[in-house]
């Protein structure tokens, strides 16, 4: 059934693809995008979908589209400053979403070698680099999430949104609690993990080791691509990777070879264990092999890589357990792969591709998401299951191509 899941894919990608002119807000694209979905829900271009939706299409010899998405994230720069949310008139005004743009300008550049275009992407790159390091600034030295200027009716709008119809919170607030609620809420959203146990409702307060450790990364390409474009910008990045080592080390390095979530507000770094923490084995701000095993161990079920452990909470939570997201076991993979564990890297592709696959078998869809300790499609569910092609398509594609079927 393996062959049969990755036949529906490399048919659907065509029929994905949306033109600039019928996108939901035209002036906002500059090249036709693949979105999370077909028919479902989600028809515009989600910033960190992208990256592994991109993995996928590169899979499958379609560096052109992928090339093209990084293009409309990269316009969203030059435009907003920023890679919105999703480029949409309305999510725009919001919040970002975690940066992986620098992954996929890499990715792109290495499926063409073409300098000018990577000269190009560097520039856009550092401003959006530079937001990040003003507008998202948390804690000495280190990054949160957050979110844009917005007033306060937009805010309890947003409070109301969330509390209502997403979380069915009943609790009644007063003003000052809704207006802070919000802000930790788009933090939240900003994160792309809306909603997880893993931040709660404290979004704002936490400097979150994958953000960090995607800016390392990201601090680690601009200081490799400057010595090609701009040497007078190599030792400030060089001491930026240096800074955020040395504070990343400070705050969120359990001791045990593990990188925790901070809350700087409550000093105290998170006990829960998470997909989000293999970023850091990815970018090399540690490579202790035994707690990479003792991670993945915690999260690696019978059917995938959970978002988080197990806890305890009335709130249903998209990303709570026991479900698996593309991004989880992609994450969790690389980490394999970045610490030598390559048995433990196939297993956990192998096993991705089988519970995608399995249920594909009887439903003949992909779903957002699956149940990681009993398969299928996930059975926690804050709104219904989409059908998907985007990431579900694209880390299954990747993995696919990473086995040598």
């Not at 899941?5 to 500059?30: D, G, M, Q, R």
């Not at 990577?118 to 998202?136: N, P």
């Not at 474009?229 to 001791?255: H, V």
């Not at 409550?266 to 095993?293: H, P, Y």
Request: charged letters at 30%; hydrophobic letters at 35%.
């Amino acid at each position: 059934m393996i062959n049969k899941t990755h036949e529906y894919i490399i048919n659907s990608w065509e029929k994905a693809i949306i033109a600039p002119e019928n996108a939901e807000t035209p002036s906002l694209y500059v090249k036709p995008f693949v979105p999370p979905c077909i028919n479902g829900p989600f028809k515009v271009l989600f910033y960190w979908d992208t990256y592994f939706t991109n993995k996928g299409i590169i899979a499958d010899g379609r560096e052109e589209e992928a090339k093209n998405n990084a293009e409309n994230l990269l316009n969203s720069v030059e435009k907003f400053g920023f890679v919105p949310n999703a480029i949409s008139e309305h999510l725009s005004k919001f919040c970002s979403q975690p940066p992986y743009l620098h992954f996929i300008v890499k990715d792109v550049y290495e499926a063409f070698g073409d300098e000018k275009w990577l000269e190009k992407a560097y520039f856009t790159l550092k401003k959006e680099y530079a937001f990040w390091q003003t507008e998202r600034a948390g804690f000495d030295g280190l990054n949160r999430y957050f979110h844009h200027k917005l007033p306060e009716n937009e805010l309890l709008d947003y409070y109301g949104y969330v509390a209502g119809e997403r979380l069915n919170l009943s609790e009644e607030k007063t003003k000052e609690e809704k207006l802070s609620l919000a802000e930790n809420f788009i933090a939240v959203a900003e994160s792309g993990m809306d909603w997880t146990p893993r931040f709660g409702f404290d979004g704002a307060s936490i400097l979150p080791v994958d953000l960090n450790a995607n800016l390392y990364g990201a601090e680690q390409d601009l200081y490799e691509w400057s010595k090609k474009f701009e040497p007078c910008e190599t030792e400030r990045f060089s001491r930026a990777l240096k800074l955020r080592k040395e504070k990343t080390d400070k705050y969120m390095s359990d001791g045990n070879g593990l990188f925790r979530d901070y809350n700087f507000v409550s000093e105290r770094k998170t006990e829960l264990d998470f997909s989000g923490m293999f970023m850091s084995f990815i970018v090399g701000l540690c490579n202790d092999k035994n707690a990479f095993n003792r991670l993945i161990d915690r999260l690696f079920k019978s059917h995938g890589v959970i978002c988080v452990e197990k806890t305890e909470q009335k709130t249903v939570y998209q990303w709570g357990y026991p479900n698996s997201w593309a991004p989880d076991n992609f994450l969790a993979y690389e980490a394999a792969k970045a610490v030598g564990e390559k048995g433990k890297a196939e297993e956990i592709a192998r096993t991705y591709l089988k519970t995608v696959s399995d249920e594909f078998a009887k439903s003949g869809r992909l779903w957002e998401k699956y149940d990681g300790e009993k398969g299928g499609a996930a059975t926690v569910n804050e709104y219904d299951v989409p059908e998907m092609l985007g990431w579900t398509a694209g880390v299954f594609e990747y993995f696919y191509k990473e086995l040598g079927l």
